[in-house]
């Protein structure tokens, strides 16, 4: 088993940036590659960003595509997720997700976190 449990989320104007961090905690972390997801309102949840296990890979949803950035600390089981020059767009719980194998952009990751509230004001 993973426990994940994500941080950092608030209420920020337009423009702003935040960072989330979501900390693992049962298994070697450095095992597990990573992934970020939002659920807006009304919406289901979509990928945002996924990370390897080293961290040497990334990819990113195009909706946040040069404005996140996801990284990890192995040592500090914990990955990241920089939020820059945030849009009300993207006001949403956003959830960590671990998974042995690498999963890319879909959604079968095995583990999931309990999310953190991001909102965004215009």
């Known amino acids: 088993q993973v426990q994940l449990v994500e941080s950092g989320g608030g209420l920020v104007q337009a423009g702003a940036s935040l960072r989330l961090s979501c900390t693992a905690s049962g298994r070697t972390f450095s095992n597990y590659v990573m992934g970020w997801f939002r659920q807006a309102p009304g919406a289901e949840r979509e990928f945002a960003a996924a990370?390897?296990?080293?961290?040497?890979?990334?990819i990113y949803a195009d909706s946040v595509k040069g404005r996140f950035t996801v990284s990890r600390d192995n040592a500090k089981n914990t990955v990241y997720l920089q939020m820059n020059s945030l849009k009300p767009e993207d006001t949403a719980v956003y959830y960590c997700?671990?998974?042995?194998?690498?999963?890319?952009?879909?959604?079968?990751?095995?583990?999931w976190g309990q999310g953190t509230q991001v909102t965004v004001s215009s």
């Open positions: 997700a671990a998974d042995r194998a690498w999963k890319g952009n879909s959604h079968e990751y095995r583990y």
């Open positions: 990370i390897n296990w080293s961290g040497g890979s990334t």
